[in-house]
């Protein structure tokens, strides 16, 4: 299936040049002169290799065809993680080198989806974004506080996250799975 490059998600994988690749990372570039593009780092999946490419705006990829399951992250154990297939019941383990910049969006029962190649699992695709609590940040000094800025904070997971000033430790937050940035405060 092919779609525009700009269209790609993290964990995505692509068919480039008769290799299967997965996106691990994805940044929009809008430079001040010419059109904008997308920059991917991405993973030979058979080789282990890595690259960087940029795609146009009119740029199209081939997503690779791969069969996707609907599965739950259930728990860590050493650096494996178990999900558990939502249909069969089936318990699958990946490393954490499988998952890479992921695993910090893992929290338990959360719903994922596990593509396969070759009944192989290859890759795994986050919702969009995760709700997270915050376990530790710097406390603002009231008036010392500018309109807009922002502190670090470091959640349940132990990714580091930047959030407003007003977010304290034990509020639960959004988190965007692809860029990792604050979203908004959750309820």
């Known amino acids: 299936m092919k779609l525009s490059a700009f269209e790609v998600k993290v964990g995505n994988l692509l068919s480039i040049d008769g290799s299967l690749w997965k ?3 994805k940044n929009h570039v809008k430079p001040g002169k010419g059109g904008a593009f997308v920059q991917l780092e991405m993973k030979d999946i058979s080789a282990g290799t890595k690259r960087n490419e940029r795609f146009r705006s009119d740029d199209k990829v081939e997503k690779a065809h791969v069969e996707s399951r609907k599965m739950q992250y259930l ?16 318990q699958i ?3 954490a080198a499988d998952l890479s910049d992921q695993v910090g969006f893992l929290i338990p029962d959360i719903e994922v989806q596990i593509n ?8 795994v695709e986050l919702p969009d974004n995760v709700t997270l609590e915050v376990i530790d940040t710097e406390t603002v000094v009231k008036g010392q506080t500018a309109a807009g800025s922002s502190k670090p904070a470091t959640v349940e997971t132990g990714i580091r996250v930047n959030v407003p000033a007003f977010v ?7 988190v965007n799975t692809e860029s990792g940035q604050y979203m908004e405060r959750a309820n």
């Open 75 to 90: 728990y860590q154990e050493a650096d494996r993680y178990v999900f558990m297939d939502m249909e069969s019941y089936e």
């Open 93 to 95: 383990e990946l490393s």
């Open 23 to 25: 996106i691990l990372r």
């Open 116 to 123: 396969l190649y070759n009944d192989s699992p290859i890759g």
């Open 168 to 174: 304290n430790i034990g509020d639960r937050v959004k």
